[in-house]
């Protein structure tokens, strides 16, 4: 059995682990983002432990306002409350992956230089999505995440009936300079991105309209849990030549 070492600690106040199969040799680091409400080691199939196996050193961050991050008026709020806010955690939290790179992971043993990949599931495949608009990454996947920020906005508006007051409003307007869709020509890299069939979390019509010649679109039999398969899928894609 192949040993995998998890390290945990924060960096400029930032919590991170990071899973390593220690063998002498240099890797590529890919950054795993959880979902909305979870913590940077808790998701699904253990795709840590999995990519890590499979050559990768991988960091798992705590999000903002979730994990060790989180602070008490934010966990205090109603979940469709702290829904208004998963945008920020999104743009936020891919800074911060990046800076944590540029500043210190590009620097530590065994780590190949500027070879960077990004995955994430569901809040966490929104932020592969706009790192990869943002940031030279080799590849990157998102799990039932959302490419557009504004259509996944006003879903939510309409689900849980916010007001559609000055801080909805102003959010619209703050999201347009970031979102993916509307920025589709910044995408830097070859992205894989799943949906499932059921899903009504994140429908599939809106993950699939995101049309654009480096990307790939799967579709699964599931709803908003993904399954084995689309992990399955996404390690392929990962550790394909093709398009790099």
């Given at each position: 059995m192949i040993e995998i070492v998890v390290r945990k600690f924060h960096i400029d106040g930032i919590p991170i682990s990071i899973y390593e199969q220690i063998d002498g040799t240099l890797k590529p680091v890919i950054f795993s983002f959880h979902g909305f409400d979870g913590y940077k080691d808790g998701d699904y199939f253990k795709r840590e432990d999995e990519l890590a196996r499979r050559g990768f050193i991988v960091i798992g961050i705590d999000t903002i306002l979730h994990g060790e991050r989180r602070i008490p008026v934010f966990d205090s709020k109603p979940y469709d409350e702290k829904m208004k806010d998963i945008h920020h955690c999104v743009i936020q939290t891919a800074m911060d992956a990046i800076q944590l790179y540029e500043k210190y992971i590009r620097f530590m043993p065994r780590v190949m230089?500027?070879?960077?990949?990004?995955?994430?599931?569901?809040?966490?495949?929104?932020?592969s999505i706009y790192m990869a608009t943002i940031y030279p990454l080799i590849k990157a996947v998102s799990i039932v995440g959302s490419p557009s920020m504004i259509e996944f906005?006003?879903?939510?508006?309409?689900?849980?009936?916010?007001?559609?007051?000055?801080?909805?409003?102003?959010?619209?307007?703050?999201?347009?300079?970031?979102?993916p869709f509307e920025h589709a020509h910044q995408l830097k890299c070859p992205?894989?991105?799943?949906?499932?069939m059921m899903d009504q979390v994140i429908p599939c019509s809106l993950v699939s309209k995101f049309i654009h010649p480096k990307v790939t679109f799967k579709l699964y039999d599931t709803g908003h849990m993904p399954n084995q398969a689309q992990f399955d899928d996404a390690y392929a894609f990962l550790l394909s030549k093709e398009d790099v």
């Open positions: 230089k500027d070879a960077v990949y990004a995955i994430g599931v569901s809040m966490g495949g929104a932020i906005y006003q879903l939510k508006q309409e689900k849980y009936q916010w007001s559609k007051d000055f801080y909805y409003e102003r959010n619209l307007a703050y999201l347009d300079r970031f979102d992205l894989f991105l799943t949906a499932g």
